[in-house]
């Protein structure tokens, strides 16, 4: 993810056209306007059998200056080989408001996570690592996820328990009760 708008579709049309191996005359443009519609443009270029997947996390954190902010870039109808998964927090009422206009029937709110299911985005998570938990850390993680059950909260748990040795106690581990 990058900090504003225009890096970030830069970043994109990047991977896309060398994932994809697109070729533009043009060169990749750095001013809000023209990314905007050259980002546009590139989705529509994408070959019709080839699925693309975008996946945007925390739109709410584009700086509030960003023209980005507006959204524009986000095509009112996306070719039908492409699709655009988003995130950002409900209480950031701007970007709220645009994508209850913009696509009403794409907004799908994501629910606090059971404890079972943390579970098992817990076993998934270190299936990407050698590392294990002793069972009173690991119930001490998933305790604490069920508290709020947010999915970045056990990412951030799992990140923290990745330094933990077998032999640390539960008793000198500090895990922060929340994602602050």
Not at 98 to 111: C, D, R
Not at 115 to 141: K, V
């Amino acid at each position: 993810f990058s900090s504003d708008s225009i890096g970030l579709l830069g970043s994109i049309c990047e991977q896309i056209i060398n994932k994809f191996e697109i070729e533009f005359k043009e060169e990749l443009p750095y001013e809000y306007s023209k990314i905007k519609a050259f980002f546009g443009k590139l989705l529509g270029s994408i070959q019709a059998n080839k699925n693309v997947v975008i996946l945007l996390d925390a739109l709410d954190q584009l700086p509030k200056r960003d023209k980005g902010r507006d959204l524009t870039w986000i095509p009112q109808k996306l070719p039908k080989n492409v699709k655009l998964i988003t995130s950002f927090a409900t209480d950031v009422n701007d970007i709220m408001n645009i994508i209850e206009k913009k696509l009403p029937s794409s907004l799908h709110e994501l629910k606090r996570l059971s404890r079972e299911e943390g579970n098992t985005a817990l076993d998934f998570l270190f299936e990407s690592t050698p590392r294990r938990l002793t069972s009173s850390q690991r119930d001490l993680i998933l305790h604490n996820f069920s508290e709020n059950g947010l999915p970045l909260y056990l990412k951030l748990a799992f990140e923290e328990s990745c330094i933990w040795n077998s032999y640390t106690h539960i008793g000198s581990i500090n895990l922060a009760p929340n994602v602050e």
